[in-house]
């Protein structure tokens, strides 16, 4: 079974680009959340998705971060302008049943912003 | 205090050795417990669930103690690829986030 698929698996840009960042869910899934990963803060949920529709962007850092759902099987989280301090790993990861199901993670992207 | 909070380790073990980390929780009406497991450069991966009653996985076995408000993991006859990150993941009822990952516990087991 296809797992969550993340793209692209490496970015590296610099400053002031536009950076996007490509999500598919398990099939069938209804929830989709996206994290931020950094040795000094830890994982970090950004914002999460419900059947399509965002519940939760509390984590997004500022207004350059901006994520959207358009259907079921694809979700993508942009910056813009991006930032050297915005360098991390992104995970998105995705749970059928919401609160009390495990989420399940793609392979991430690790984004360099020089 | 923080919602959910684990020793951050490192523990460093010999292989063979039984391990066990702990995590607490700040939110007595959570019901939802994990643990996952983080290689060094890749995702997280769902480890296990948390039961009520406990629960064994091979050599793992993960407990719950709602009076104290911790879950346990031990690993029994550790092996060198249990070498990782271990992540307790509790969900925090009232809250819009779900579930909250711990910092995680980082173990290291040697040859």
């Known amino acids: 079974d296809a797992g969550v698929i993340q793209s692209p698996r490496h970015e590296v840009t610099e400053m002031g680009q536009e950076v996007t960042l490509r999500c598919k869910p398990i099939?069938?899934?209804?929830?989709l959340f996206w994290y931020r990963q950094t040795m000094m803060r830890g994982l970090e949920l950004l914002i999460y998705f419900n059947n399509n529709v965002p519940i939760d962007d509390s984590g997004m850092p500022e207004d350059r971060f901006s994520a959207k759902m358009p259907n079921a099987s694809f979700s993508t989280l942009k910056i813009q302008p991006s930032e050297p301090r915005d360098s991390a790993v992104y995970f998105c990861?995705?749970?059928?049943?919401?609160?009390?199901?495990?989420?399940?993670f793609g392979d991430g992207t690790r984004l360099s912003i020089l | 205090r923080k919602e959910v909070e684990q020793d951050p380790g490192p523990f460093n073990v010999p292989e063979g050795a039984t391990v066990a980390f702990n995590c607490t929780y700040s939110n007595s009406a959570s019901q939802s417990f994990f643990w996952y497991r983080q290689d060094c450069r890749k995702e997280p991966k769902l480890l296990m669930s948390v039961y009520s009653s406990g629960n064994e996985d091979g050599r793992f076995t993960a407990q719950l103690n709602r009076a104290s408000q911790y879950i346990s993991l031990l690993i029994r006859d550790s092996k060198l690829s249990d070498s990782a990150t271990y992540l307790c993941v509790v969900n925090i009822p009232g809250s819009a986030r779900q579930l909250t990952f711990g910092s995680g516990t980082q173990l290291t087991v040697l040859p």
């Open positions: 099939s069938g899934h209804d929830y």
């Open positions: 990861a995705s749970s059928l049943g919401g609160t009390f199901q495990p989420q399940h």
